[in-house]
T-cell receptor, first 113, second 112 residues
Framework: QQQVKQSPQSLIVQKGGISIINCAYE??????FPWYQQFPGKGPALLIA?????SEKKEGRFTISFNKSAKQFSLHIMDSQPGDSATYFC????????????FGQGTTLQVKP | DSGVTQTPKHLITATGQRVTLRCSPR?????VYWYQQSLDQGLQFLIQ???????AKGNILERFSAQQFPDLHSELNLSSLELGDSALYFC???????????FGEGSRLTVL
């Protein structure tokens, strides 16, 4: 019940294309859903986060779509660029401690020029 | 640069040994978190400290312990090391234990 399942494990997209990564959770007590981006040799960095009171949040080329009834959320990267090549992690936490994150297994994204 | 500093960046040691990983949080952040990243387990929450006190515990082994000092830096102690403890250990900090986590660049531990 504490798991966050992420797919796909890896993704190859052409420059300018749309990258889509999906996550699913089971624990209905989760109410904070961030996405983290990690480059090789670096720590994860927060990309964008959403709470279940909204169904979509957009920041630049990055959009989170959230489906509370299905307990699923996804990250869309529009106009994907080679610089977006990284590992992306979805995560979930309860509002009482948003730093105690349950992470998905990660998606390695490669954007080809 | 997240502002979170971790030392050492790399550490190679033998089974049965003990090591200490150090973390300095961002200036002003009261909460420190430790995470372990490995190929098979992914990113896992270990433990959280808030202003010197333990706040939350995750999948942390009994051989591991942590503390946060009055100057807010934190140390993660790993003892009786096993091959399976080889991993990246990340420290993260946040202002009050809610909101965005800022991760350091990690300490890579190799147990031979």
């Amino acid at each position: 019940q504490q798991q966050v399942k992420q797919s796909p494990q890896s993704l190859i997209v052409q420059k300018g294309g749309i990258s889509i990564i999906n996550c699913a959770y089971e624990n209905t007590a989760f109410d904070y859903f961030p996405w983290y981006q990690q480059f090789p040799g670096k720590g994860p960095a927060l990309l964008i986060a959403i709470r279940p009171d909204v169904s979509e949040k957009k920041e630049g080329r990055f959009t989170i779509s959230f489906n509370k009834s299905a307990k699923q959320f996804s990250l869309h990267i529009m106009d994907s660029q080679p610089g977006d090549s990284a590992t992306y992690f979805c995560a979930a936490a309860g509002s009482s401690n948003t730093g105690k994150l349950i992470f998905g297994q990660g998606t390695t994204l490669q954007v080809k020029p | 640069d997240s502002g979170v500093t971790q030392t050492p960046k790399h550490l190679i040691t033998a089974t049965g040994q003990r090591v200490t990983l150090r973390c300095s949080p961002r200036s002003g952040d009261l909460s420190v978190y430790w995470y372990q990243q490995s190929l098979d387990q992914g990113l896992q929450f270990l433990i959280q400290y808030y202003n010197g006190e333990e706040r939350a515990k995750g999948n942390i082994l009994e051989r591991f312990s942590a503390q946060q000092f009055p100057d807010l830096h934190s140390e993660l102690n790993l003892s009786s090391l096993e091959l399976g403890d080889s991993a990246l250990y990340f420290c993260a900090s946040s202002v009050r234990g809610v909101g965005e986590l800022f991760f350091g660049e990690g300490s890579r531990l190799t147990v031979l």
